[in-house]
């Protein structure tokens, strides 16, 4: 089993260097290469899958990374294994349709599976140091995804998401550090175990950890890197950043919040507070979006807000904690899926026409009717409409935030509560507004066009993804008990007597879908859609609002950028002042002549003779050896400042 773990991490980043040298020989032949290794993967996992339900995995290498390589894998982390190895196969067959007419390919598609590599080494880390390490990995290698297209809009995404990844990473640095020099550990179970010996500075360490994956997992305020990097990597890439690597940054939400802040109420607060702004901001800047991948980008950063927020919930350790984190593993698979549906629905216009703006490319499905078939799936999948998985993880969700609204007796319960829904409803109204765009405005410029283009591999990737969110929205039992399993990680209880289709469940569901529909009709068609030229074209009012990042982000830090300089030279300077003036103030009192820049054989025979001097006059050996210490200093100083 040790050797099947550590083979399973390195197939990626092996055969990223093998397929590379294929790729420069026979491109086809590379493409079927990874396509089999990537099967090879998934087909791993699930079997660790079947192998880590009752019993964990474990794997040690000493000296690794200076700590060792602890590989864990448990019910809990297969999850994510499992949903990474099979997004990872579906956007390899994807990507070598839509990648036909680019460029540096078989640079692509070594990064592609070295990110692979890193982002399950994420999920294996027993280790937090082999956490931040592979973390770091993850973001150098996506980066090169990210700017794979290399004009100035892809590099200017690049530039960002590779900053604020390298930020967070020196913060979660700092954090490790503070948790090591407190706990004295590193591995997650030891930390755990120590963590009774942090006060109030689990705070410091908590919350600095949190901000790190807070930026992986899109959440305000660390979110504004999102819209411009999803926009900006090629559809596959997108859709990767979404289903997969936006979970890396939930995984380390959920790890902080067991084995450093459990049971923590301002910890947990806090955490509630980002998620349902994240929640209702994503889904309300979506609503005004023209470019469909701006759209889809706002409304993954709305569904991690769904995710973070049972992560909160799971933190207060209280009875609706089971529920919480079942339902969190839930909505983690399920976005996962219909996440990948959509980008890759939506990447077949682009494939052809290199445009996603609605203005430009409505109409685009109306006569594709395998097409529409699978974004109607997706599009109700993430409305959570009856029926489609996202029914199930969302009413779940909810049901457990209004459990831990009762227990703690939280104030404007009411208000949070319909924040919910609303949130929800939004993801109705700008789903109707791509889905009547595309599907249902007629357009001649594009009738029958591109038909028979679409590749069977194309459709294999909309195919699996729809098979399974159908699956996982009508036979949900099947899926709990092994969820159930993953709780045991966690010491909960297991969650039973789940009623998904209740009236209620329908009726809440239905609600937000008629709200959503008001929306998109009495907002997003009358205030946001304007005619020009004989034709309706949507317009974005979003654009001259307050950015974050402009006004807020860059300012700051340039700020404190300069602020630290000024007084970083301040202190500088004083130094130099200072010894400068010890060093003259040394030199006059053993003669030595200040404005002679060298030393020469006559202030050396002073300075012997001054030792000489002290020495006889010293009361002891000790004495003697301290003075002349202090002297060989003092010259070492003359040295450096002159």
């Known amino acids: 089993m040790k050797l099947i773990l550590i083979t399973f991490l390195l197939i990626p980043f092996m055969s990223a260097l093998i397929g590379f040298f294929i790729g420069k020989k026979n491109e086809n032949l590379r493409n079927i290469f990874y396509d089999c290794i990537t099967f090879l993967e998934f087909l791993i996992s699930l079997y660790l899958f079947k192998e880590s339900l009752y019993s964990d ?79 770091e990995i993850m973001a150098f290698t996506s980066y090169i995804l990210v700017i794979h297209d290399e004009d100035k809009y892809s590099h200017d995404a690049g530039k960002m998401y590779i900053l604020i990844s390298v930020a967070g990473g020196m913060v979660s640095l700092l954090g490790i550090f503070l948790l090591y020099d407190y706990t004295n550990a590193l591995d997650f179970t030891l930390i755990r175990e120590n963590i009774n010996l942090l006060g109030k500075e689990k705070y410091i360490i908590g919350f600095l950890l949190m901000s790190t994956f807070a930026i992986k997992a899109c959440s305000f305020p660390f979110h504004i890197w999102l819209p411009k990097v999803y926009p900006a990597a090629p559809m596959p890439v997108t859709a990767v950043l979404s289903a997969v690597l936006s979970k890396a940054g939930v995984f380390g939400l959920i790890m902080i919040s067991y084995y450093i802040m459990p049971s923590d109420s301002i910890y947990a607060y806090t955490l509630m507070v980002m998620s349902l702004i994240t929640m209702f901001l994503g889904g309300f800047l979506a609503l005004f979006q023209r470019n469909v991948k701006r759209i889809l980008a706002y409304s993954s950063m709305s569904q991690l807000g769904y995710i973070t927020l049972g992560v909160s919930i799971f933190t207060f350790m209280k009875e609706s904690s089971s529920l919480a984190l079942l339902s969190t593993l839930y909505h983690i698979i399920n976005h996962g899926i219909f996440k990948v549906l959509l980008f890759f629905t939506i990447g077949i216009i682009y494939m052809f026409v290199d445009d996603l703006s609605i203005n430009k490319i409505r109409g685009f499905f109306r006569h594709k009717n395998l097409i529409k078939l699978f974004f109607v799936i997706g599009m109700f999948a993430v409305c959570g409409f009856p029926g489609f998985n996202g029914f199930i ?26 924040i919910f829904n609303i949130s929800s409803s939004f993801t109705v109204a700008y789903m109707l507004k791509i889905f009547i765009s595309l599907f249902v405005e007629s357009n001649n410029e594009f009738k029958g066009q591109f038909k028979n283009k679409i590749k069977k591999r194309g459709i294999f990737s909309l195919a699996i993804p729809s098979i399974l969110i159908i699956y996982l929205g009508l036979f949900a039992n099947d899926f709990v008990k092994y969820l159930n399993l993953s709780l045991n990680v966690f010491d909960l209880e297991h969650v039973s007597h789940l009623e998904f289709y209740s009236l209620t469940n329908i009726k809440s569901s239905l609600s937000v879908f008629a709200l959503g529909i008001l929306i998109y009709f009495l907002f997003i068609r009358r205030h946001l859609r304007i005619l020009k030229n004989g034709v309706n074209i949507y317009i974005n009012p979003s654009l001259k609002w307050m950015n974050l990042e402009q006004n807020f982000y860059i300012p700051l830090f340039s700020n404190t950028y300069k602020s630290f300089v000024k007084i970083f030279s301040l202190v500088d300077r004083s130094f130099i002042n200072l010894f400068t003036y010890l060093k003259n103030s040394f030199l006059e009192f053993i003669n030595i002549d200040v404005s002679n820049k060298n030393m020469n054989d006559k202030d050396i025979n002073n300075i012997k003779d001054l030792c000489t001097h002290l020495r006889v006059k010293g009361n002891s050996l000790s004495s003697s050896i301290m003075l002349t210490a202090t002297l060989l200093v003092i010259m070492i100083l003359f040295k450096m400042v002159i």
Do not use: C
Not at 70 to 92: M, P
Not at 393 to 418: D, M, R, V
């Open 57 to 135: 995995l474990l794997f040690y290498i000493p000296d690794i990374m200076g700590v060792g390589l602890n590989l864990k894998i448990d019910s809990f982390r297969i999850l994510f294994i499992v949903l990474t190895t099979f997004v990872w196969f579906l956007s390899t067959i994807y990507s070598t349709q839509y990648l036909i007419k680019y460029k540096n390919r078989n640079r692509y598609y070594t990064f592609f599976m070295m990110t692979l590599g890193a982002t399950l080494g994420i999920f294996m880390s027993e280790n937090i140091i082999n956490l931040f390490t592979l973390f």
């Open 393 to 418: 993880s969302k009413n779940l969700i909810h049901h457990a935030f209004l459990e831990i609204i009762h227990e703690n007796h939280i104030k404007y319960g009411f208000l949070l509560n319909l």
